[in-house]
């Protein structure tokens, strides 16, 4: 058990260059289903504290 889900995370898209500050579950969403803006596949390398 950790605060650590709820930091926010910097996720910067690959493909569009979208920068957006998500959430510990925001983060799994976009891994699951790829960026908002262009549907690109997201990995964990996207994102940064
Ligand atoms: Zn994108």
Redesign the pocket.
């Known amino acids: 058990m950790s605060c650590e889900e709820e930091r926010e995370y910097i996720f910067q898209?690959?493909?569009?260059?979208?920068r957006l500050e998500v959430n510990g579950p925001m983060r799994e969403t976009l891994v699951e289903r790829?960026?908002?803006?262009?549907?690109?596949t997201?990995t964990e390398a996207a994102f940064t504290r």
């Not at 898209?13 to 979208?18: K, Q, T």
């Not at 790829?34 to 690109?40: L, Y």
């Open positions: 898209c690959p493909e569009c260059g979208e790829g960026c908002v803006i262009c549907s690109a997201v």
